[in-house]
Each structure stands twice: as C-alpha cells, then as structure tokens.
C-alpha cells in the first residue's frame, strides 16, 4: 500500500532557488524519513524525523512534520544543479501491515544551472 | 565500509523463466529488506529478513520469494516470469535498532 503522498510530482528551478516538497500520510508513524535518488540508482537517506520531533535540521536541508495533518515538508535551501534527483518520504508505520518502510511516488525536482 | 552491492546490475530474462537476484550488506547489518520499483507503482517492499528469518513481507505474490543466509548475504527469487516483473529491484540494509536503510544500487530486470 503506497501511504505517502508527495506533492508536487514535479519540480523545475533555477539554482540557487528553494525548492519545497510536501508529503502526506495516512496512518499513525513512529517516525517519516526522506530519501533521494538519482536516476534509476539506489536511494540514498537524508534525514529522519521522529513522530515527537517538529522540525529537523541538516545542512541545507530543513524537515517539518505535523503528525496532526499527517503530513512532513523538505526544504532545500540554496538548490544546486547537483540536487537535481527525486525524492521520496517514506514511514515507518505503527500502525497493522507487514511492510517496514513505506514510501510515497516521490517528486522529481531538476535544478536548472 | 563497503556500501550495500547487489549482483546482477542488469538482468534480461523471457517470459516464465525464473531469476535470482544477490545482496551483500553493509558489514555487520543483519536486516536486509528488498523492494520492487516501477514507473507505475512506485517503490513497493517485498519483504524483510533478520537473522535469517523473513520478518516482514509485502504484498506480492508466492512467486517473489527470499532467503538470507548466516553471513547476511540474501538472495531474492521470482519464478515463472511475467512482464509485469520488469523493474528495478534495490536491497537495503539496516543496523539492529537503526531506521535508517542504506540502499545498495539495484538490479534492473527485463522481461521480455
């Protein structure tokens, strides 16, 4: 079951813009990570937020989460062409269901230089 | 530490054969989680192994099958081939206690 939403699917900016993605969610979390992923490769993990954590920094990258709208936000700052990837939120659900990680479609973002 | 790596990079098989796809975590991580990836239903989890137990599974079917071995190794099997199965399929492993999954590269499979 694909359980988190991001918004937008896609995303087009120039460098040293910000860009915003949002994620939405259905059930109860323990925690919502972000991943991103170049290209067709594997997914390489940012950060994570706990359920009882608001707001979460690293780099230039700044995560939100509101358990009460279920939903996390992804803030890079001062995009490069580099971050040019897509990115995925994923949960780890707390509530019924086998699966460990859940990730939503992600939003593929292209930085233009 | 080595990164995640997973055997075949790239796989072409025909329809109703079966394929076995290999991966080797990060050194000392003992759950290993296996997911299918397609353009039309994203990324999909197949299923979990710890200490070579399945301890999650997705919704696939029995086709989809997996082991892990006593080094962590694991392996994912899927038989009798559709094309539907044409995907990239990525290993992730995880340290015990730790959230975060670190992905190996992904095997992309071709069935036609």
């Known amino acids: 079951s694909q359980q988190g939403e991001e918004d937008p699917q896609a995303l087009s900016i120039q460098e040293g813009e910000n860009a915003t993605m949002n994620c939405s969610y259905k059930?109860?979390?323990?925690?919502l990570q972000w991943y991103r992923q170049n290209s067709g490769r594997g997914l390489v993990h940012l950060i994570l937020?706990?359920?009882?954590?608001r707001e979460k920094h690293s780099g230039r990258l700044r995560v939100t989460l509101d358990t009460s709208k279920k939903s996390s936000s992804l803030l890079i700052t001062a995009s490069r062409a580099a971050d040019t990837a897509s990115y995925f939120c994923?949960?780890?659900?707390?509530?019924?269901?086998?699966?460990?990680?859940?990730f939503g479609k992600g939003t593929k973002l292209t930085v233009n230089p | 530490k080595a990164g995640v790596t997973q055997t075949p990079r790239y796989l072409i098989k025909t329809r109703g054969q079966q394929v076995t796809l290999s991966c080797s975590p990060i050194?000392?991580?003992?759950?290993v989680s296996w997911y299918q990836q397609t353009p039309g239903q994203g990324l999909q989890f197949l299923f979990e192994?710890?200490?070579?137990?399945?301890?999650n599974k997705g919704n696939f079917p029995g086709r989809f099958s997996g082991r892990q071995f006593s080094n962590s190794r694991s392996e994912m099997n899927v038989s009798t081939l559709e094309l539907g199965d044409s995907a990239l399929y990525l290993c992730?492993?995880?340290?015990?206690?730790?959230?975060?999954?670190?992905f190996g590269p992904g095997t992309r499979l071709t069935v036609l």
């Open positions: 192994y710890f200490s070579e137990t399945q301890r």
């Open positions: 994923a949960t780890d659900g707390r509530g019924g269901g086998s699966e460990k990680l859940v």
């Open positions: 992730a492993s995880s340290g015990l206690g730790v959230n975060e999954q670190f």
């Open positions: 937020i706990r359920s009882n954590e």
């Open positions: 059930t109860s979390i323990n925690n």
């Open positions: 050194s000392g991580h003992r759950s």
